[in-house]
């Protein structure tokens, strides 16, 4: 790996549960694909918005895929899965339990692709010059920090723009960069116990970044879109089976499955076994190979021999030697030894642990959404009998958090129940800060949007020093106002309206300001005080300028404030320090005691 090398990369995020054109915002696991165009061939890291997964064996994914989707006689619910099949089968599965705490979490609800961490998913053996192997996880750290919708937001978001994430994607253009990651790993070292090894090989656990930190070692930008959405985006194929000499598989027994059925599945989806000659997954460096003919074969080929040994063409192509003589791909070396069965490890069969790091480690913010988020999945959940036996099963994990979705459906937890002592620790930790979104403040507010709701005569100073503060830190502005068209402002100028308060609600920027001016004119309009109330709703800073402050009165603001509401006579570089301070913490967390009230 060179320090100054630029490799292109090409990247897909996606959903899992909902078909084509269904809403961006829904409660899923998130896909994270990445294809590398490097010198040697081409690399794909076939990932997901969480370390593992929901299952340890291939062969069950066709039943997990089954559960999840939507219900065969009626093909609903679409993009969410909060319906029986889903719960039954997680109910009877409890190796499904730490990925299904991971989507009930914030994370299941990401702001936006920039502030969603990444996740190879699968171990993998880095091999360096001497051909010795170290086992890595490859992880994506945004650097825009980590940040997740509000439940609230996600549901409306899907009504209101359900291309919310996509959206954000599609502006680049006067945008420029619009998502900056670091590309890391975590290694196994040598002194970790036999137990973290074998956790390499099981897909439903994770190697603690408290255990094991990350290492940083590039950083991917993402600063175009593709051109054709269906020649690119729809076309591409990756495969956990395209990897580059220096990295190799390991015994994961799901990545093992994976490996067959990429290739099964491009034939099918794309047409035939020349998938990789369309132009979006074709490497950048010249490439042979002895294939002939199929669906839409793009190369012609004027070599008369496609089989090796050959004398007609002087034995060519050849695949290119190992490393050290050319530095071709070579499977890593190792001896292995035992019966082959078809039997899982008894470390495959812990299914809790894990679960409860993920739940101690999350803030009480955040644990709070999870009740919710399970509360309100298995409301929608008809049968009784598998909602009680999803509780019981959280009830390993944790009874603090059993009995708060028992209490949201209606029910107490038994005796037996409320006396399940907890799973061990992992490794003897109890707390990782990595698993959480916000135990650890990261980030920085560049790419953000502030919403400016105008009004008649708005001062022109005071929205001058706005536009520039936001300016300088990166963050966007989006002019509102009641109508399109035009505003004047106090010094006779005009201002371009961007949006309407209805046509960019509140659901999609990150920090509303009111400068003062002709108050009046927006204080008698229902969509502009729903605005506030809305974005107050979702924790989100709000400042006010001059009689603006009436607005406090609409939000039951008392006269000493809050954290996160930003007053003053008039703008200057403090008030826009601290809207934007409050920015960088993603959500006025302080206030979600206080909106439960809020009809918004």
Not at 137 to 164: C, I, M, N, Y
Not at 407 to 419: D, P, R, V
Not at 575 to 594: E, I, P
Request: aromatic share 10%.
């Amino acid at each position: 790996m060179r320090s100054t090398e630029i490799t292109p990369v090409f990247v897909r995020f996606s959903t899992v549960q909902g078909g084509a054109g269904s809403a961006d915002t829904v409660r899923d696991i998130r896909g994270f694909a990445t294809k590398f165009y490097t010198e040697e061939g081409i690399f794909d890291l076939v990932g997901n918005n969480t370390p593992i997964f929901f299952i340890q064996d291939a062969h069950k994914f066709p039943d997990f895929v089954h559960a999840v989707k939507p219900e065969p006689h009626w093909a609903i619910p679409q993009g969410q899965s909060a319906h029986d099949t889903f719960w039954d089968y997680v109910s009877l599965q409890p190796e499904t339990l730490h990925n299904v705490m991971w989507a009930m979490s914030d994370r299941g609800i990401p702001r936006s692709y920039r502030t969603m961490e990444g996740f190879g998913i699968h171990t993998f053996r880095l091999i360096n010059a001497q051909g010795k192997a170290t086992f890595v996880r490859f992880h994506w750290k945004p650097l825009a920090g980590k940040a997740s919708l509000v439940w609230d937001e996600s549901q409306k978001l899907t009504g209101r723009d359900p291309d919310f994430h996509r959206r954000i994607c599609g502006r680049p253009s006067k945008r420029a960069i619009f998502r900056n990651t670091s590309w890391a790993y975590n290694s196994l070292p040598k002194r970790m116990n036999l137990n973290s090894i074998l956790i390499c090989s099981i897909r439903t656990k994770l190697i603690p970044e408290e255990l094991v930190p990350v290492q940083r070692v590039g950083k991917m930008v993402l600063n175009r879109n593709p051109d054709n959405f269906f020649a690119e985006n729809e076309q591409a194929a990756f495969h956990p089976g395209h990897i580059v000499p220096g990295i190799d598989f390991t015994n994961d027994p799901l990545l093992q499955g994976r490996l067959f059925s990429y290739t099964d599945t491009q034939i099918s989806r794309l047409g035939g076994p020349n998938f990789h000659e369309i132009p979006i997954n074709r490497p950048t460096c010249p490439y042979h190979n002895f294939q002939r003919d199929g669906m839409h074969r793009m190369d012609i080929d004027t070599n008369p021999a496609n089989y090796e040994p050959n004398s007609i063409n002087d034995n060519w192509p050849r695949e290119t030697p190992p490393a050290p003589k050319r530095g071709g791909f070579e499977s890593y070396q190792e001896r292995v030894d035992g019966n082959k069965i078809r039997e899982r490890s008894p470390s495959f069969g812990e299914y809790y642990s894990h679960p409860r790091l993920f739940w101690l480690s999350q803030t009480p913010i955040e644990q709070q959404h999870i009740i919710d988020a399970f509360s309100f999945e298995l409301g929608k959940v008809a049968r009784a009998y598998i909602r009680e036996r999803v509780v019981d099963q959280l009830a390993h994990i944790d009874v603090t958090l059993a009995q708060g979705v028992a209490h949201n459906l209606g029910f107490a937890l038994t005796h037996e129940q409320t006396q399940i002592a907890p799973p061990p620790d992992v490794n003897g930790l109890k707390k990782d800060p990595a698993l959480s979104l916000y135990a650890v403040p990261d980030g920085d507010v560049k790419g953000r949007v502030v919403a400016i709701l105008l009004n008649d005569k708005v001062n022109a100073a005071d929205l001058l020093t706005i536009l520039q503060a936001l300016k300088a830190k990166g963050v966007h502005a989006k002019l509102l106002y009641s109508r399109m068209g035009e505003v004047t402002a106090d010094d006779g100028s005009t201002l371009t309206i961007a949006a309407t308060f209805a046509g960019a609600p509140s659901l999609t920027v990150d920090a509303v300001i009111v400068p003062c001016g002709n108050i009046a004119d927006i204080e008698s309009c229902g969509d502009a005080r729903y605005y506030l109330l809305e974005a107050y709703k979702h924790l989100k800073p709000i400042a006010l300028a001059g009689d603006a402050r009436r607005f406090k009165a609409l939000l039951n603001i008392d006269s000493q404030g809050e954290e996160g509401l930003v007053e003053a006579d008039n703008v200057d570089h403090h008030f826009m320090d601290t809207l934007l301070t409050l920015m960088a913490a993603h959500r006025v967390w302080s206030r979600a005691g206080k909106i439960n009230a809020i009809p918004a």
